[in-house]
């Protein structure tokens, strides 16, 4: 059974920089896509970027030239380097992987802070 944990979450200001990660456990085989999404409450979860495993990528506007995803196909590991983080950047953010099922992990909060 294939599993997602993210980890890098955490509090920074407005500005600041973190890295988020996650690993496809479980599985030997690579992943189609990965990505990341985000939710806020009250909002429906939303596309920040993903990657296919040809290296296509597909960024959300609201982060293109901020954030940037990148991933290792022999580790099925997915990676979000966010810089210039804005305040509205606040969330749960959420590992997304898909080889003709989808799998998702638990998520991790990023907090940005005035």
């Known amino acids: 059974q294939v599993q997602l944990v993210e980890s890098g979450g955490g509090l920074v200001q407005a500005g600041g920089s973190l890295r988020l990660s996650c690993v496809a456990s479980g599985s030997i085989f690579r992943m189609n896509v990965m990505g990341w999404y985000r939710q806020t409450p009250g909002k429906q979860r939303e596309l920040v970027a993903d990657?296919?495993?040809?290296?296509?990528?597909n960024y959300a506007d609201s982060v293109k030239g901020r954030f940037t995803i990148s991933r290792d196909n022999a580790k099925n590991t997915v990676s979000l380097q966010m810089n210039s983080l804005k305040p509205e950047d606040t969330a749960v953010f959420y590992c997304?992987?898909?080889?003709?099922?989808?799998?998702w992990g638990k998520g991790t909060l990023v907090t940005v802070s005035e």
């Open positions: 997304y992987a898909n080889r003709y099922l989808d799998y």
């Open positions: 990657i296919t495993s040809g290296g296509v990528v």
